[in-house]
């Protein structure tokens, strides 16, 4: 990355303002009944579905996700692998009957490839989301609790997208700054939409669009994302999902001595299904055409049992 094409610096956080903020979230989670194994996704009723299938206009589906990534780069070292087992090269065109089949293998939270973490993904002090201890837990076989086997009938919801970059007039953030609260509200605002109770909120940075046009840089130290204080919004208003198409966390961290704050009051505190390196290129233009920035989402993790997240294609429905 070009030094000199950083953004603008996140507003630093303390480790005191961290652990107030992390404190406060955690009250606000148990205060609003979302405890349980499932985390957030509680919010998410019969009814706030019922609403979202009310969100269909158009009858036009748009994918969420990134291409899978099979080449290295500096922000993806270890590239997901895929080849064709068979058939042989010299066999594809003889006479008789033939399938062609894969191999397909991936770092699930690496850097490019759009994925969902399970509530099983961040331990923080010894502990996962819900207090449950970090050992035994987490098992070379996988993790015995909070995998991502339990989001296996799916997320569905009102998904609503804010276009950060859209309210500042730029194409993307710059890596390093940060989402704020007043830039969720004012995004808001600006598109006509509020994001509540169930809510699948995702939050566009411009990651992707960046990525495409500059190339790929080392995401994992230089990014934009939300600042640790705006996850609080999020908590008050009971979403369900966040995702973003970079990491969701700022790079370099905000706050001093916490590498990842947002996904540690994201999953740790609030119980929420982080969603990492979408992209929205195909739907932010559909949203501003239209003048609509809700529609249905479905999100269908794969069923790995013990798995701490998975890879993702989440379907946006207008």
Known sequence: MDPQSAGAAAPRQSPQEFRTLYRSLRELSAAGGARGPRGALETITAQT????????????TVTLAAPVETTAGPDNPQPAAHRLTSPPESEADEHGLHFATDHFGMNVHGDADSHLDALCHVVYEGTLYGGVPARGSLTPQGATALSVELARDGIVGRGVLLDVPRLRGVPWLE??????????????????????????????????????????????????????????????????????????????????????????????????????????EDLAPICAQHGRWSFLCVIAPLRLPAATGSPVNPIAIL
Not at 49 to 60: D, N, Q, S, T
Not at 221 to 246: I, K, M, N, S, T
């Open 49 to 60: 579905v019922r609403a979202a299938v009310r969100e269909v206009r158009l009858g036009r």
């Open 175 to 280: 890596p390093g700054d940060s989402v704020t609260t007043d830039d969720l509200l004012a995004a808001e605002r600006a598109q006509q939409v509020r994001a509540g109770q169930g809510d699948l909120l995702f939050v566009r940075v411009g990651h992707k669009r960046r990525r495409a046009e500059r190339g790929p840089w080392e995401a994992a130290g230089a990014r934009a994302g939300l600042h640790p204080d705006a996850v609080r919004l999020l908590a008050e208003r009971r979403v369900a999902v966040l995702g973003g198409d970079g990491n969701n966390d700022t790079a370099p961290s905000p706050t001093e001595g916490v590498a990842f704050p947002v996904h540690v009051l994201g999953v740790h505190a609030l119980g929420l299904y982080l969603l990492d390196y979408l992209q929205f």
